[in-house]
Nanobody, 114 residues
Framework: QVQLVESGGGLVQPGGSLRLSCVAS????????MSWYRQAPGKERELVAR????????NYGDIVKGRFTISRDNAKKTVILQMSSLKPDDTAVYYC???????WGQGTQVTVSS
């Protein structure tokens, strides 16, 4: 079955950086567009970034443009979200998602606080 396992979350100070990873299994990873979403308490889940199957195309939510970078390694079945210049408003649970299969990871908590 499809499995998405996120890691790399934690507590970071404003202005800091974090690198999230999502390891996928159970489907032909290199054929699918992958995404990162996030959900803050009391808010709807929102798109953070998306990357096409080859990695040649990316798009980002307006709130993270210029600060976050999505990438993937198809050989390792991994999608990465590199986050920098983090703000308290970036505090949320971050989820890995494969839209075509409607599958989600369990999420990883990111907390930005001094």
């Amino acid at each position: 079955q499809v499995q998405l396992v996120e890691s790399g979350g934690g507590l970071v100070q404003p202005g800091g950086s974090l690198r999230l990873s999502c390891v996928a299994s159970g489907f032909p990873f290199s054929l699918f567009t992958m995404s990162w979403y996030r959900q803050a308490p009391g808010k709807e889940r929102e798109l953070v970034a998306r990357i096409t199957n080859s990695g040649g195309g990316t798009n980002y939510g307006d709130i993270v443009k210029g600060r976050f970078t999505i990438s993937r390694d198809n050989a390792k079945k991994t999608v990465i979200l590199q986050m920098s210049s983090l703000k308290p408003d970036d505090t949320a649970v971050y989820y890995c998602h494969v839209e075509a299969l409607n599958s989600w990871g369990q999420g990883t908590q990111v907390t930005v606080s001094s």
